[in-house]
């Protein structure tokens, strides 16, 4: 069995999934009279000729050490994640071998922090830790195959 270990959060390290969505040190304008930070354009929703739609997914909590076997991915548009709760969760992505993903990674997703991971980006299922929670998810909705999942052999994620 591979075993993987959590990593930190970073934009950089997301790069090559998606983006990362919290705020930046500084706001990019200032709305509504000034009371209101304007965080502008954090991530682009990837419609691949569908509709952007907006969701809330409920999801069941993991513990760790965790065994992911599932991962799938979006072909025709971008999905993003961001969790209604204070909680930190796991976002599990993998780089694309072939048509098939190759070694997963975890990362340890801030409470308050979202990820918008782009069109065609292997991802395991939503991976709250320790309890459930409900997370706002922008996605496509349209004509054409916008799911593959594929079993994979069970990769441990540990802290």
Do not use: K
């Amino acid at each position: 069995m591979t075993t993987i270990r959590i990593e930190a959060l970073t934009a950089a390290a997301f790069a090559p999934f998606g983006e990362v969505l919290a705020p930046r040190a500084t706001p990019d304008r200032l709305i509504n009279a000034g009371r209101c930070e304007r965080h502008h354009a954090l991530a682009t929703v990837e419609r691949g000729g569908g509709e952007a739609i907006l969701s809330i997914f409920r999801s069941a909590p993991v513990s760790l050490p965790y065994d992911c076997t599932l991962l799938e991915r979006h072909p025709l548009g971008s999905q993003a994640f961001m969790p209604l709760g204070p909680d930190p969760w796991l976002s599990v992505v993998a780089p694309d071998q072939d048509g098939r993903p190759g070694t997963p990674r975890a990362f340890l997703v801030p409470g308050g922090t979202g990820v918008n991971l782009r069109a065609g980006t292997w991802h395991g299922v939503l991976t709250p830790l320790d309890r459930a929670a409900d997370f706002l998810v922008v996605d496509r909705e349209g004509t054409g195959t916008n799911l593959e999942e594929i079993t994979i052999p069970p990769v441990r994620i540990t802290a």
